[in-house]
């Protein structure tokens, strides 16, 4: 693991990083924030999963979570999207594929399936990576993201309810395998035969049985992306199907961008917190 920059704020660090990852075959970036109760003891984990077209930076830049965590005593985990580089396979002029949108999945399907990894990535192989080089209480996680990584985080806590007190989301993919939005990256990570797309599904997995004890959805109203994209009254319909208690709260005049997410981060951070003390 290599250093790129550190930089202090509300007594803590933001630090960016990269690291070999086998899972994805290439170099990849993530950012890291340690409050600093961490000189005392090792700290609670709180995953953050970005959406389409995102790096790592873009919650960094403006999803204002530091000075709460700084607050709560949380390290806040910003992984990217998708694995980069020149050899990584992309189409540049589709922004809901590829590069930046690799919808936290492990394709099957060539030539994506040598890098397309993000699943085994987020859920095995950073995971490890943090527990080494950062003062983290891998028994205290949570996970919670926006969009696609809203989807992300999801999927991964209805896969791992053991791994993860926690999860929320802003505006998630609820239901891709239905979606214009994501239908067609399913298609080209996993295949056409659409019985392996419920694994990368929220409302497929919660209707398949996987359940988590409950979940946490902010939604604007005004998301321009609400209804063919994001889904989120399907996704209301599965929990209660599936009895797992979801909080989704509908915001007046909200759209899809970061003035949502940062108008909402306390909130999550505060719910967040909670679950994860001792």
């Not at 950073?126 to 969009?147: C, T, Y």
């Not at 497929?204 to 321009?224: C, H, K, M, N, T």
Request: net charge negative.
């Amino acid at each position: 693991m290599k250093t790129i920059s550190t930089e202090k704020s509300y007594g803590g660090t933001q630090g960016v990083y990269v690291s070999r990852s086998e899972a994805c075959d290439c170099d990849m970036t993530f950012a890291v924030f340690v409050p600093p109760q961490a000189s005392e003891d090792n700290l609670p984990v709180l995953w953050y999963l970005s959406g389409l077209t995102c790096t790592h930076a873009n919650v960094m830049d403006k999803g204002e979570y530091r000075r709460l965590a700084a607050e709560l005593g949380v390290i806040v985990v910003c992984p990217d999207t998708s694995p980069r580089g020149d050899h990584v396979p992309d189409e540049p002029d589709n922004w809901q594929f590829g590069k930046g949108a690799g919808f936290y999945l492990d394709a099957t399907q060539p030539p994506f399936s040598v890098n397309y990894r993000m699943y085994s990535y987020i859920v095995d192989e950073l995971p490890k990576l943090l527990a080494e080089h950062f003062p983290v209480d891998m028994d205290r996680q949570a996970i919670f993201g926006h969009s696609m990584g809203g989807h992300g985080a999801i999927t991964i806590a209805l896969k791992n309810p053991d791994r993860f007190r926690s999860c929320s989301a802003f505006a998630p993919i609820s239901h891709p395998s239905v979606s214009g939005w994501s239908k067609p990256a399913l298609q080209k990570y996993l295949g056409a035969d659409e019985t392996c797309w419920r694994a990368y599904d929220a409302c497929s997995l919660i209707e398949d049985g996987y359940r988590f004890p409950e979940l946490l959805v902010d939604q604007g109203s005004a998301d321009s992306f609400l209804e063919d994209g994001l889904r989120p009254r399907e996704l209301e319909s599965a929990c209660a199907a599936g009895g797992i208690p979801l909080n989704l709260r509908m915001h007046e005049g909200y759209g899809h961008s970061y003035f949502f997410i940062s108008s909402f981060m306390n909130d999550h951070l505060r719910w967040h917190a909670e679950r994860l003390k001792k």
